[in-house]
C-alpha cells in the first residue's frame, strides 16, 4: 500500500470522514470525494473541475503551475514559488521542510520562504508527493511564479523526475548555447580588453545574468542611499551582499578624489552661503551631515529600539574622583565622563553579548571593546574612538578624550579617530538634560544617553545612626537603547544593573 493512501486512511479514521484515493488504471481516473464514496470515471475530454493539470487557470490553486505530463514523466504539477504579500516580488527558500519523495497532506509545510518583510511558511494545499526540487535552499532570490519544485497526487518513483526541467528552460539553455558556438564574438578582442580595468580598486560587477544577490534589507538601504547595489562587494554566503556592507560601502571615486585631494593639499571646498527666502532662510549641509542624517534615518527605521533606564548614585565616584585629581597635573584633571566610559567597558565583562554587532545574516560577538563618545553639535557633531576601553586605564582614557577634544577644535580630527567601534556614549550633561533615548548606531547593539548630575533628597539608609530621615544625594538618569535584534530584555538590564554597581562602587574600575 503506497504511503498516499496510508496517509488517507489515518486522516479518515481520525476524523470519521471516508476519502477515496485518486486512482489511474487504463486512461480512467476517479476523483477524490470528500464526505461520500461514490467514483465518477472521467473520459480523456479535460474537465474543469477535476485535475489541476486540466483546471482552467482561473480555478488553479495560487503560486501552482499545473503541467500535464504526457510522455515521458507521470502526472505531476510544478510549482512557482508563490507571492505570500501582496508586495512580495522575489523571495529566497531558506529550508526545505519535505525531501524527494516524500509524501505530505494538506496544510503540511513545504518549505519556509524569506520575503522582504519575515519568514513565511509555504503550505501545501492537497495531499500528494514532492517527486523533485528544483531550488536549492540558500541565499538566491527568485521571482515569484518561477518553479522551485514538482509534486505528483499518487506516490511515483521520484527517479522519473531525476533529469526534469520546468517547461522553457531547455529553450532558454539552448538560445543561450548559440552565441556561444559562434567563432567572431569569442575571437573578438573586447573581452580580453575587459580585465584592464580590474587594476584599479573597482568593486565586482554582477553576476551573469544581470541579478545580484543581496539582502532584502541590503536592497532598502542601497535604494535609501541612492547605491548602486551591484556595485557593492557582498561578503554574506555565497558573495551575498549584506545590509552591512551596504553601510560600509564608499563609492571608490570618492575614495580616489578624497586620496588625491589630501595628497595634493587641496583646502576644502567652501559651502555655499545661506539662501535667504520669504521669511526663511535655507543653510547648505556638509557631505559628512548629510550622510550622518541617511545613516541615522536609516537605523531609526530599521532597528527595533527598546529602552532601559536606571538611576545612578554618584557620591562615591565624585569622592574617588576628588581624591585621584588631587595627585595628577591641573590640565590632566579626570572627568566624570572618564569613569562613565570606564564603566560602560567594564560593564561588558558581566554582559558580553551586548559586545557585538547585527550583520545581516549572523551576529558578530567582538573581543574588546571600543567605545565611540559623541562630542561637538550641529555639522561639527563627530563621535571619535576610544580604542580597546575595557583593558584602557582611567588616565589612559582622560587622554584619548582630551586629544580627541582638541583635534575637533583645531580641525585635526582624522576619519580613521572617528570609525564605528562597538558602542557609544552620549552624555547630555552639560545641557541640563535630564534623560534622553539615543538612536542606535548600526550596526552596533546599543548606544548609552548619560543625563546630568544633579542632587536630590533621597531616603536615609536605616542601619545608619542617624536621626534624619532624609539625605542628600548625586543622582544621574543613564538610558541604554538596545538592538531587540542582537540583544534582549535580559541582557539590556544584566548589562545596565553591572554599569550601575560599577559607577556606584568605582574602586572597581582601578583594578
Known sequence: MSTVRVLHLLRTKALGTPLTPSVTSRGIRSTVVRGAAARRPFSARPSPIVAPWRRPADLRRPGWTAVRGFSSYPPHEVVGMPSLSPTMEEGTISEWNKEEGEAFLAGDVLCQVETDKATVDFEAQDDGVLVKILVDAGPEMIACGAPICVTTEEEVDAGAFADFS??????????????????????????????????????????????????????????????????????????????????????????????????????????????????????????????????????????????????????????????????????????????????????MRSAPAANASWMDTFVRLYDDVHINVAIGQGDGLVAPLIRNANSAGLKSISDSVRSHQSGLEDGTLSPEECAAGTFTIVNLGQYGIKSAAAIVREPQACVLAIGAAEERVVPRDPTEDNDSIYEHATYLTATLSCDHRVIDGAVGAQWLAAFKGLAEGPESLLL
Open 166 to 347: 520546468p517547461p522553457g528552460a531547455a529553450a532558454a539553455g539552448a538560445a543561450a548555447a548559440v552565441p556561444a558556438e559562434a567563432p567572431e564574438p569569442a575571437a573578438t578582442p573586447e573581452p580580453v580588453a575587459a580585465p584592464e580595468p580590474a587594476v584599479a580598486p573597482a568593486p565586482p560587477t554582477a553576476p551573469s545574468g544581470g541579478r545580484v544577490v543581496a539582502s532584502p534589507l541590503a536592497r532598502v538601504l542601497a535604494a535609501e542611499a541612492g547605491t548602486d547595489i551591484s556595485a557593492v562587494p557582498g561578503t554574506g554566503p555565497g558573495g551575498r551582499v549584506i545590509a552591512a556592507d551596504v553601510r560600509e560601502y564608499v563609492p571608490p571615486v570618492a575614495v580616489a578624489a578624497a586620496a588625491e585631494a589630501a595628497e595634493a593639499g587641496a583646502p576644502a571646498v567652501p559651502l555655499p552661503p545661506p539662501v535667504f527666502g520669504d521669511g526663511h532662510t535655507d543653510y547648505p549641509l556638509t557631505a559628512d551631515a548629510t550622510v550622518l542624517a541617511a545613516r541615522l534615518a536609516a537605523s531609526k527605521s530599521a532597528v527595533p529600539h527598546y529602552y532601559l533606564t536606571v538611576d545612578v548614585r554618584l557620591d562615591s565616584l565624585l569622592a574617588l574622583r576628588k581624591r585621584l585629581n588631587g595627585v595628577v597635573p591641573a590640565d590632566e584633571q579626570l572627568t566624570l565622563n572618564d569613569f562613565l566610559i570606564k564603566a560602560a567597558a567594564s560593564a
